[in-house]
């Protein structure tokens, strides 16, 4: 008589499975912590991108409309800047009307909403996330003046804050900031 042998076939234990399973679960949870990681990350860097940008952005903007102050292709009589401690007023004959316009870009008034932490231009938000807002009027040897007539430079210092604070950032409670100055000399007005 033959006995039957029964073929052993191959497979995986039950120790083995469990075992190949939590291998899988570690490497599961290092991938997503490294993303979770990253993700907080690239958000803490694109806030601070925008905060640099909106510095920066508003900074190069009333450079360039400081640059045309006092511009009087066919003469005028205004100054070109006016002396305000709480405004930066910029003026500039752009059309070339012999004096100005209601144009916006004529008559330029730059102030700073402390509540609202924006920079405004004619009233119009130009920048948000602004802590400070700081501008002072120098003459031709490069020391403050008061008046009107004696301004030919402006110092300006814009300080911006990111919109949300880094957890992992303990200075300002969490918030980053960026500052940014700048000496501008208007070449239109008298030296």
Same mark, same amino acid.
């Given at each position: 008589m033959q006995v039957l042998k029964l073929k052993k076939t191959e497979g995986f234990t039950l120790i083995e499975l469990m075992v190949a399973i939590a291998i899988g679960m570690v490497v599961l949870a290092a991938v997503t912590t490294t993303f979770m990681s990253q993700t907080k990350f690239y958000s803490a860097q694109e806030q601070v991108n925008e905060m640099?940008?909106?510095?920066?952005? =508003?900074? %190069?903007?009333?450079?360039?409309?400081?640059?045309?102050?006092?511009?009087?292709?066919?003469?005028?009589?205004f100054s070109g800047i006016t002396y305000d401690t709480t405004q930066l007023r910029i003026q500039a004959d752009i059309s070339g009307t012999d004096g100005l316009t209601?144009?916006?870009? &004529?008559?330029?008034?730059?102030?700073?909403?402390?509540?609202?932490?924006?920079?405004?231009? *004619?009233?119009?938000?130009?920048?948000? *996330?602004?802590?400070a807002f700081n501008?002072?009027?120098?003459?031709?040897?490069? /020391? =403050?003046?008061?008046?009107?007539?004696?301004?030919?430079?402006? /110092?300006i210092s814009i300080?911006?804050?990111?919109?949300?604070? %880094?957890?992992?950032?303990?200075?300002?409670?969490?918030?980053? &900031?960026?500052?940014?100055?700048?000496?501008?000399?208007?070449?239109?007005?008298?030296?």
């Amino acid at each position: 008589m033959q006995v039957l042998k029964l073929k052993k076939t191959e497979g995986f234990t039950l120790i083995e499975l469990m075992v190949a399973i939590a291998i899988g679960m570690v490497v599961l949870a290092a991938v997503t912590t490294t993303f979770m990681s990253q993700t907080k990350f690239y958000s803490a860097q694109e806030q601070v991108n925008e905060m640099e940008q909106n510095a920066r952005g =508003a900074l %190069d903007l009333i450079a360039r409309e400081l640059k045309m102050a006092g511009y009087k292709p066919n003469g005028g009589s205004f100054s070109g800047i006016t002396y305000d401690t709480t405004q930066l007023r910029i003026q500039a004959d752009i059309s070339g009307t012999d004096g100005l316009t209601t144009s916006a870009n &004529e008559d330029i008034i730059y102030t700073y909403n402390s509540t609202n932490k924006q920079i405004l231009r *004619n009233g119009q938000a130009l920048a948000d *996330n602004i802590w400070a807002f700081n501008f002072s009027y120098l003459d031709s040897a490069g /020391a =403050a003046t008061t008046t009107t007539a004696n301004i030919r430079q402006v /110092a300006i210092s814009i300080t911006a804050r990111t919109a949300k604070p %880094d957890p992992n950032y303990s200075p300002n409670g969490g918030y980053r &900031e960026y500052s940014v100055t700048a000496t501008i000399t208007p070449p239109n007005l008298a030296l």
